[in-house]
């Protein structure tokens, strides 16, 4: 079992940045990657970017591509997803999902991801 919490999410203004961190602790893989998604009201989840064990490799949405950044801090068991020039439609419960393997194959299919976090609201206001 492997227990994933966000943090980092809140309001913020149209233009304006967060930073999220997500922690992983019990029976990590010891090899791993991690990504980000998301969820507005009334849709479904969607992927928002992913990054390999070794931070390498990344991958993101168009959506979010530039102005969101994923990495990992494996020493602490963290993964971050930096959020720039915020958009009201970024407005979601972002959620953090760990895969067994280190590999980003089908990277945005949640079926992929083994473990999820209980998610962490942020609201964009325009």
């Known amino acids: 079992q492997v227990w994933l919490v966000e943090s980092g999410g809140g309001l913020v203004q149209a233009g304006g940045s967060l930073r999220l961190s997500c922690a992983a602790s019990g029976r990590t893989s010891s090899r791993y990657a991690m990504g980000w998604f998301r969820q507005a009201p009334g849709k479904e989840r969607e992927f928002v970017a992913a990054i390999s064990w070794s931070g390498v490799t990344t991958a993101y949405a168009g959506s979010v591509q530039g102005r969101f950044t994923i990495s990992r801090d494996n020493a602490k068991n963290t993964v971050y997803l930096q959020m720039n020039s915020l958009k009201p439609e970024d407005t979601a419960v972002y959620y953090c999902?760990?895969?067994?393997?280190?590999?980003?194959?089908?990277?945005?299919?949640?079926?992929?991801?083994?473990?999820w976090g209980q998610g962490t609201p942020v609201t964009v206001s325009s």
């Open positions: 999902a760990h895969r067994l393997r280190d590999t980003l194959l089908d990277v945005a299919s949640t079926s992929n991801y083994a473990f």
